[in-house]
């Protein structure tokens, strides 16, 4: 299982582009790049997954580089509702028998 | 469009009592999966299911036993509890090409053990 490494925590304000790293030196090559999003009391929510390159979609933005060893979420102009825990996960997403586990996260706190 | 629906919401249960923590979806997932969160801590998986009849252990499976008769239901059961499984219990599921759009988790189970 690749094991991530995330910052514990992030401060932004309103308006601001947010950027987290997510650092993943033994991925595989069958492993893909998820993240989640967990608000208090409630369970993750999906946001975005990619393998390679630049994934977008209407939430955000999943930049890979070339050697896939890290993955950098991008929320463009984040809110107040921003505020949550953000995951990022590694493993092999057509194996359903792959385990997947979940890192410490990164505590983004959106400030007004 | 229920998604995942996990039941009961609150429990308190007592030292070496049993319990079982449901979980039911309706998407026709193959996959479904408990984990445990620990007060400022990440997910930590207990056991998982990729079908009907089919289990395996996670990382933290002491102490809980699954089955899965069926492919909506997937249900957790505490043998005797102890303090230490005073935690946050959230069920998950997907599809067996997780590629598509990952897990849908429910809204959790908030078990205290006394």
């Known amino acids: 299982l690749a094991k991530t490494t995330q910052p514990i925590s992030m401060d932004s304000y309103e308006g601001q582009e947010v950027n987290i790293t997510c650092s993943h030196n033994?991925?595989?090559?069958?492993?893909?790049i998820t993240w989640y999003q967990q608000f208090p009391s409630q369970g993750p929510r999906f946001i975005i997954q990619?393998?390679?390159t630049k994934v977008t979609n209407e939430v955000a933005s999943l930049f890979i580089p070339a050697d896939r060893k890290s993955s950098t979420l991008s929320l463009p102009r984040v809110s107040l509702s921003d505020t949550a825990v953000y995951y990022c996960l590694v493993g092999d997403m057509h194996n359903a028998g792959n385990m997947l586990t979940f890192g410490g996260g990164t505590r983004l706190m959106v400030k007004p | 469009n229920a998604g995942v629906t996990q039941t009961p919401k609150f429990q308190v249960l007592k030292t070496g009592q049993s319990m079982t923590l449901q979980c039911a979806q309706d998407m026709n997932h193959e996959y479904m999966s408990w984990y445990r969160q620990d007060p400022g801590m990440g997910l930590r998986l207990i056991h998982y299911s990729v079908g009907a009849g089919i289990t395996d252990q996670g990382e933290v499976p002491n102490g809980y036993n699954v089955s899965r008769s069926t492919t909506e239901d997937f249900p957790l059961r505490l043998l005797s509890a102890a303090p230490s499984q005073t935690s946050v219990y959230f069920c998950a599921s997907s599809s067996l090409d997780r590629g598509r759009r990952g897990y849908t988790f429910g809204s959790g189970t908030r078990l205290t053990v006394v």
């Open positions: 033994n991925i595989a090559t069958n492993d893909y």
């Open positions: 990619g393998y390679k």
